[in-house]
């Protein structure tokens, strides 16, 4: 049973284009969360999505930032217009469903994104 | 709003011996989760130990437990006999098990534990 799958590993992009993160969640798994972590800092949460659904985006940026997870394939983190700030890791994590008592997100290794 | 405050930037550790991680936290609520994730080098989150409220015996796995204090809102863990593998980011998270949000993990900003030889 292959983990939460993030890619790429590694993303360089020039200030002003678009990144494209992807997930794909564990089998069986129908619920993902996305989370970014800045330099120095812990993890923060962005956005929980379930297929075709977007249950909370609380924590995404108001602009430039949006996530979607189809019907059939990845979860798709999308930043347009990177600027320098937009650096950091991005973090996805699924779960089997949100409010099981002894559930616990599993995280993949994240995408180091560097806007140069 | 819930806060999780690591106090320790950093820390070390000599190899075999045993080291303790801050955290404390904030919250109004009485039923949640905390938990304990290592990052490495390689950055994969990898689960530590989880302790849940409601349960007053502090959680162990192995060579890794917790001294939960919720009167005190503290949760720090032991590493004991550390190993060079133990070297790592180590994060303190909470997660609130009731109301709308309790697929929330909230982090604190980390520990860097260095294990010496």
């Known amino acids: 049973n292959a983990g939460v799958m993030q890619n790429p590993r590694h993303l360089v992009r020039r200030r002003g284009q678009e990144a494209r993160l992807r997930c794909s969640p564990m089998?069986?798994?129908?619920?993902v969360y996305w989370y970014r972590q800045l330099p120095e800092e812990g993890l923060k949460f962005m956005v929980y999505?379930?297929?075709?659904?977007?249950?909370?985006e609380s924590g995404m940026p108001k602009e430039r930032f949006s996530a979607e997870f189809p019907k059939e394939g990845p979860s798709i983190l999308r930043i347009q217009q990177v600027v320098r700030g937009d650096s950091a890791a991005y973090f996805c994590?699924?779960?089997?469903?949100?409010?099981?008592?002894?559930?616990?997100?599993?995280f993949g290794q994240g995408t180091r994104l560097t806007v140069v | 709003a819930q806060t999780v405050t690591q106090s320790q930037p950093e820390m070390s550790v000599q190899e075999a011996e045993t080291v303790t991680l801050s955290c404390t936290y904030d919250?109004?609520?009485?039923?949640?989760?905390l938990f304990w994730y290592k990052q490495p080098p390689s950055r994969q989150m990898i689960l530590v130990i989880r302790?849940?409220?409601?349960?007053?015996q502090n959680a162990t796995e192995n060579r890794f437990s917790v001294n939960f204090q919720k009167a005190a809102k503290s949760f720090s863990l032991k590493i004991s006999d550390s190993q060079l593998g133990d070297a790592a980011m180590y994060f303190c998270?909470?997660?609130?098990?009731?109301?709308?949000?309790?697929?929330?993990?909230?982090f604190g900003k980390g520990t860097l534990l260095t294990v010496n030889p």
């Open positions: 089998k069986g798994h129908s619920h």
């Open positions: 999505l379930q297929k075709e659904n977007i249950i909370d």
């Open positions: 302790q849940e409220a409601y349960k007053q």
């Open positions: 994590a699924s779960s089997p469903w949100s409010r099981a008592l002894n559930t616990e997100a599993f």
């Open positions: 998270a909470y997660r609130s098990d009731s109301g709308g949000s309790n697929y929330k993990l909230t």
């Open positions: 919250t109004s609520e009485s039923d949640y989760y």
